[in-house]
Nanobody
Framework: QFRLVESGGGLVQPGGSLRLSCAAS????????IGWFRQAPGKEREGVSC????????YYANSVKGRFTISRDNAKNTVYLQMNSLKREDTAVYYC????????????????WGQGTQVTVSS
């Protein structure tokens, strides 16, 4: 079974940076797209970014374009989300998830999820 574990969340001031990690175990995820999602209290879970398994193509929500960067290290079964210029509206629990081959922005398309890591942006 797929196991995903997020880490790297914390408290940061507006304009600061964090790097989230998503580590996998129990499988080799070279053939899987990995997405990052977030959910704030009272809001639906939304897609943040995704990286495909085919050519490494990356995708970003409009709200994070130019600020966040997704990357993957297949040898380490790890995907990263570098978050710069953080805003208060970025505050949420961040999750990574896996699906076969192709990226999607819809949470229901992903079958394997991590437990989430809290990101709080506040002054």
């Amino acid at each position: 079974q797929f196991r995903l574990v997020e880490s790297g969340g914390g408290l940061v001031q507006p304009g600061g940076s964090l790097r989230l990690s998503c580590a996998a175990s129990g499988f080799t995820w070279d053939n899987y797209a990995i997405g990052w999602f977030r959910q704030a209290p009272g809001k639906e879970r939304e897609g943040v970014s995704c990286i495909s398994s085919t050519d490494g193509s990356t995708y970003y929500a409009n709200s994070v374009k130019g600020r966040f960067t997704i990357s993957r290290d297949n040898a380490k079964n790890t995907v990263y989300l570098q978050m710069n210029s953080l805003k208060r509206e970025d505050t949420a629990v961040y999750y990574c998830a896996a699906r076969f081959s192709f990226c999607s922005s819809y949470p229901t398309d992903f079958g394997s999820w991590g437990q989430g890591t809290q990101v709080t942006v506040s002054s």
